[in-house]
């Protein structure tokens, strides 16, 4: 039972390149989350899906864009890579919207 | 402005005591309350939750209480285990919204001395 997979577990950037960052999950969850940690800080919403094809911003949602296609996948996009996007980025899924399943995270680092 | 706020930044307790996590909260909207837990390098998992209809909800060794008058909820460890040193999040969301985001504060690290 994998949960909520997210890929890669690491990367570098540089300023300027563009990546995304891979999410799914396998529970039929209707909720998806994208999140980002900084150090000693606590986890500010990015993202959001309450279903396939729909999408919201969060609180920190600039520099970032997301699709939801699928139930499973919820692609986070960075276009033009920036130093204040060095974090720790979770994806979530949940069934209700609350009790909220996490992924293992990326850690991304842009230079 | 920070709506979810753990003051203490870190708590350190003995093996076999009583670990007390406390947060507090500014939005008197939130109505649902929960506990995550988060290991290194690791995602955070979901401990326990409470309504706000409840001033008390038990799972095992771990209790959260609620003090809707106080804003503050706090999580009670009984008896505290080395395993329980983690990063501690208290989160909280409006049961009744029709987006279900959680709000979360800054993380308490527990340390639990064998």
């Known amino acids: 039972n994998a949960g909520v997979t997210q890929t890669p577990k690491f990367r570098i950037l540089k300023i300027g390149q563009s990546m995304t960052l891979q999410c799914t999950q396998d529970?039929?969850?209707?909720?998806m989350y994208w999140y980002r940690q900084d150090p000693g800080m606590g986890l500010k919403l990015i993202y959001y899906?309450?279903?396939?094809?729909?999408?919201d911003k969060g609180e920190v949602p600039n520099g970032y864009n997301v699709s939801r296609s699928t139930t499973e996948d919820f692609p986070l996009r960075l276009e033009l890579a920036a130093p204040s996007q060095t974090s720790v980025y979770f994806c979530?899924?949940?069934?209700?919207?609350?009790?909220?399943?996490f992924g293992d995270g990326t850690r991304l680092s842009i230079l | 402005d920070q709506q979810v706020k753990q003051n203490s930044p870190s708590l350190s307790v003995q093996e076999g005591r009583i670990s007390i996590l406390n947060c507090d909260y500014t939005?008197?909207?939130?109505?649902?309350f929960l506990w995550y837990k988060k290991y290194p390098a690791e995602g955070p998992t979901f401990l326990i939750s409470?309504?706000?209809?409840?001033d008390k909800n038990e799972d095992g060794r771990f209790t959260v209480f609620l003090n809707k008058s106080a804003k503050h909820l706090s999580l009670h460890i009984v008896p505290s285990q080395p395993g329980d040193s983690a990063v501690y999040f208290c989160?909280?969301?409006?049961?009744?919204?029709?987006?279900?985001?959680?709000?979360f504060g800054k993380g308490i690290t527990l340390s639990v001395r064998p």
């Open positions: 979530a899924s949940s069934l209700q919207g609350w009790e909220q399943h």
């Open positions: 529970m039929n969850h209707n909720y």
């Open positions: 899906s309450v279903g396939a094809g729909i999408t």
């Open positions: 939005n008197s909207m939130f109505d649902y």
């Open positions: 409470i309504s706000s209809i409840k």
């Open positions: 989160a909280a969301s409006v049961l009744t919204g029709a987006n279900s985001k959680l709000t």
